[in-house]
């Protein structure tokens, strides 16, 4: 990384994550932790609910600039309309705790994701960081594929160069679309884990 790179990380106030996969408190290959969590409309969601469904865990924090890559760039919503088109459940979730960089209140993260055009199948809120501790979730975006029969199949990073650079992503390798079309399949997903990247959750203290 560059003298220069590392300089605006620290004038943003920015907290990098290169996390080792041993903070993970969830195992791949076994069932995903379930949960109920209400969503921005104010319906509580549970992971059990979608029992027979590929699903896509993504930490979000729209004011994190490795999201506002992105989203910023389209690359996030792309993903979640290629895939919610072929069935995949995908849920959003907001660990922020009130207060911190990321929280929004229901309403005004409807109207995010409005702007962004984005389309998860629900935005789930987490202030109290409740799920994303469940699932060890460290970094936005932080990453988990859950297959049909509730077993996580993958976590980690978006893709495999960690940067805030839009320019990135056409270079890069998405993790998550390579793991879903495998996993899709029916084939074991070649790269099951991996170190996530991006800002810190910001968690309740």
């Known amino acids: 990384m560059s003298k220069s790179l590392i300089i605006l990380f620290l004038a943003v106030g920015l907290t990098v994550g290169f996390f ?3 903070f993970a408190q969830v195992e791949n290959g076994k069932a995903a932790p379930n949960f109920t969590l209400k969503d921005s409309n104010g319906n509580e969601v549970s992971l059990s609910q979608y029992q027979g469904k590929f ?3 993504e930490w979000l924090n729209y004011d994190c600039p490795f999201v506002k890559k992105h989203y910023g760039s389209g690359n996030m919503q792309s993903l979640q309309k290629t895939y919610t088109g072929k069935g995949v459940i995908w849920l959003s979730i907001a660990s922020s705790a009130p207060g911190t960089e990321g929280y929004y209140e229901a309403a005004d993260i409807n109207r ?3 702007e962004k055009k984005a389309s998860p199948t629900a935005i789930l809120l987490d202030p109290a960081g ?3 501790k469940l699932y060890g979730a460290q970094t936005t975006p932080h990453m988990y594929i859950i297959d049909p029969q509730g077993v996580l199949v993958y976590q980690g990073a978006i893709d495999d160069i960690r940067s805030t650079n839009p320019d990135d992503i056409a270079k890069s390798r998405n993790y998550v679309s390579s793991a ?3 996993a ?3 084939k074991p997903v070649s790269i099951p884990s991996t170190k996530s990247y991006g800002c810190s959750v910001k968690y309740q203290e």
Do not use: F, K, P
Request: net charge negative.
């Open 20 to 22: 080792a996969n041993s």
């Open 55 to 57: 699903v896509v865990l």
């Open 112 to 114: 995010l994701n409005a």
């Open 130 to 132: 409740t799920v994303g």
């Open 180 to 182: 879903l079309d495998e």
């Open 184 to 186: 899709m399949a029916g």
